[in-house]
């Protein structure tokens, strides 16, 4: 039976960043894996069939790169790059005035959003040099995502705002986070409707985008150590939130090193992994859903105290078992 199929090995990656790993992602028609670092590289690699990973390639910003999404990047150099695997060159094609904290390629369209901490959401036509929308926010950016029409922003004053890729420049609803303390992710539904926040506070608040399904809203507690519940329980940051693919539910990682699968429809707890050595800073599920990629690397959740020398860098491949992230019925 499924359910007693044993957990395969995580296998690591070759090759790791020497530095903090600040994202991944798979792109969506190859199997072509992205990290970002803060010595400034951006890292490509092919994923085999076997979970085996071959280097491709390597390029880098003029400082920290600090997101990817697909095979573009952005860094603390403001500007934005896209890697052509034809040519093996990376290019230019996007600049702000702070750094690029955030981009996705928009669904259906020649298009990348970048989310800068200059308090700006910028769209680039890749035909043309120049931006053809800009967006003011109220704050900088700390996280942003998109899934078919719709893309949400979340900014340092915990403010939320959503919008309709079919009018990109206004937002058709803003809000304040259902969660009380700093936004860590945003992570749209992949059936639409919605997207997820996780926070610094060990807490992940599902929220529809119209206000008529506001009755399924919730939050819970995650990422503890100790009883959720009780005042003296440690309490770290989800900072990875992946929808699946093909299921709809989705996985949370954190400064705490843990993993968990969840179900948002049946409220329910899917699978808990090991904890893991380091805190993970980035995770995601490759086009299929079949491997979680996720990142052990230092976060700086504790500070300049809180950084081991001893903790290595690394990016894992976790077999995804049907079994493990399958919706289950509500008991």
Known sequence: MLG????PKDIEVTAPPADGISDLSFSKTSDLLAATSWNNEVRIWEIM???????????????????????????????????????????QFAKHDAPIKS????????????????????????????????????????????????????????????????????????????LKLQTRVVSCFTTGGGFAVGSI????????????????????KCHREGAPAARDSTVFAVNAISFHPLFGTFATAG?????????????????????????IPAATFNRNGSIYAYAVSYDWSKGHSGAS?????????????????????KV
């Not at 506070?201 to 506001?214: F, L, P, S």
């Open 4 to 7: 007693n199929q044993p957990q």
């Open 49 to 91: 069939g076997d979970g085996s990973s071959t280097a491709k390639a390597l390029y880098s910003h003029d400082a920290p790169a600090l997101c990817c999404h697909k095979l573009a990047s952005g860094g603390a150099d403001n500007i934005g790059k896209l890697f052509d695997v034809t040519t093996g060159q990376s290019t």
């Open 103 to 178: 981009l996705r390629w928009i669904d259906g369209a020649n298009i990348v959003a970048t989310g800068s901490w200059d308090k700006t959401i910028k769209y680039w036509d890749l035909r043309g040099p120049s931006p053809a929308a800009s967006v003011a926010l109220n704050d900088r950016l700390y996280s942003m995502d998109a899934h078919g029409s719709l893309l949400v922003a979340a900014t340092a004053d915990r403010h939320i705002s959503m919008f309709d890729m079919s009018n990109p420049s206004v937002p058709f609803r803003t809000m304040d986070s259902p």
């Open 201 to 220: 506070e060990g807490r992940v608040a599902i929220q529809y985008t119209d206000i008529k399904d506001n009755q399924g809203n919730f939050s819970f």
């Open 255 to 279: 400064s705490d090193g843990g993993i968990t699968f969840w179900d948002k429809d049946s409220k329910q707890k899917l699978k808990v992994f090991t904890k893991k050595a380091g805190p």
């Open 309 to 329: 020398p001893d903790l290595k860098n690394s990016i894992m491949l976790c077999p995804v078992l049907e079994s493990d992230i399958k919706p289950r019925k």
